[in-house]
């Protein structure tokens, strides 16, 4: 039976929750034009009005509505936490905009390897991605990612997750879930893992992440539920027996691996998966997948220090996924996200 109260409810909870990250993306804005230290990239491709990206949004959050009417999986939470918590953490975050702008400015990414834990990772890893104070290193960029991303997308970070329940609720289909295993490759902050647990109570649910201070962010997050694995390592380098999964995630990950950790982390997600085992990728937009909005990508890695990003919006991913046993399943392009779905041979 259709939930259409769910349905409405869910529409209408992240239409506000859309009203606020647009408040404070306007707002972050109007500072870093206010501070200066930011010059406009001129991109040379198209780029889409802010009306139709609003209205790509708004397919965004209905499709996620009907997905909850249709019983796919459970309402998004109000990820934001306690109010206060919250306004703390949109006070830090303006208060590490201007020295982020200011990296940007002088070309620094730098300030992660001063960490303590640079020395551990590998070099591709201990830089300040989206110049974040730290990288992914430090506790306060743990603290303040999700705001800077949901603020960046104008509160859509959480909903192009969610389009990654999809795949999963049509796998599940007919399972037992307690017979079932997910590895979250690159699971940061825990964001998507808490959505799993509440749609999969039973599930075994494995997280691994290269950051500790993400880690132990995402145990804060899952606290009240059954909790996951959560492993410390490297993607190209997953602690896990052969075939040992049912299901991989991958979200957001593989435009922030150079060229060749890209394939080893592809390899490495394959040899995880069990035959028949599905594969769920979520990560950006690549050139052509929306032509008239190829100038966002090109201009992404000119705002943002993003090391890779260049080489992921033109690497032949079906071709990278097809030398690992990976077979095509389908494909979407959920507002500024790509959803590539794959099941191993």
């Known amino acids: 039976m259709a939930n259409n109260l769910g349905m409405a409810a869910q529409l209408a909870g992240q239409s506000l929750r859309f009203g606020w990250y647009f408040a404070l993306n306007r707002l972050v804005e109007w500072r870093t034009d206010r501070l200066g230290l930011a010059r406009r990239y001129q991109a040379r491709r198209p780029v889409p009005s802010l009306q139709e990206l609003l209205a790509d949004q708004a397919q965004l959050l209905m499709s996620d509505a009907l997905a909850v009417r249709d019983g796919l999986y459970p309402p998004m939470e109000e990820e934001a936490g ?143 539920l059954r909790a996951p694995e959560l492993i410390e390592a490297a993607a190209e380098k997953m602690p896990l027996p052969d075939a040992s999964a049912d299901i991989v995630t991958a979200i957001f990950l593989f435009h922030e691996l150079p060229p060749e950790v890209r394939r080893q982390v592809t390899a490495e997600i394959a040899r995880v998966l069990k035959p028949g085992g599905l594969f769920v990728f979520l990560d950006s937009l690549q050139m052509g997948d929306k032509p008239g909005w190829d100038g966002l990508l090109e201009a992404f890695p000119h705002r943002f220090h993003e090391p890779y990003f260049r080489s992921y919006a033109i690497d032949d991913l079906e071709a990278m996924f097809a030398a690992a046993g990976l077979a095509p399943d389908s494909m979407s392009t959920p507002y500024l996200a790509k959803l590539l779905v794959r099941r191993k041979h």
Do not use: N, W
Request: with cysteine; proline share 4%.
């Open 82 to 224: 306690a109010p206060l918590s919250h306004l703390f953490r949109i006070r830090r975050m303006l208060a590490d905009l201007p020295g982020a702008l200011q990296r940007r400015a002088a070309a620094d990414a730098s300030t992660a390897k001063a960490e303590a834990t640079a020395a551990s990772v590998p070099e591709y890893y201990a830089q300040d991605f989206h110049f974040q104070t730290g990288g992914y290193l430090s506790e306060g960029s743990a603290r303040l990612y999700d705001i800077q991303v949901e603020t960046l997308f104008m509160g859509a970070a959480g909903p192009m997750r969610r389009t990654a329940l999809r795949p999963i609720a049509e796998f599940m289909a007919g399972r037992d879930q307690r017979r079932v295993t997910l590895v979250d490759v690159a699971c940061g902050t825990g964001r998507f893992l808490r959505q799993l647990r509440l749609a999969y109570p039973a599930m075994t649910l494995k997280g691994l992440d290269l950051s500790r201070t993400y880690l132990e962010e995402a145990r804060r997050h899952l606290e009240g």
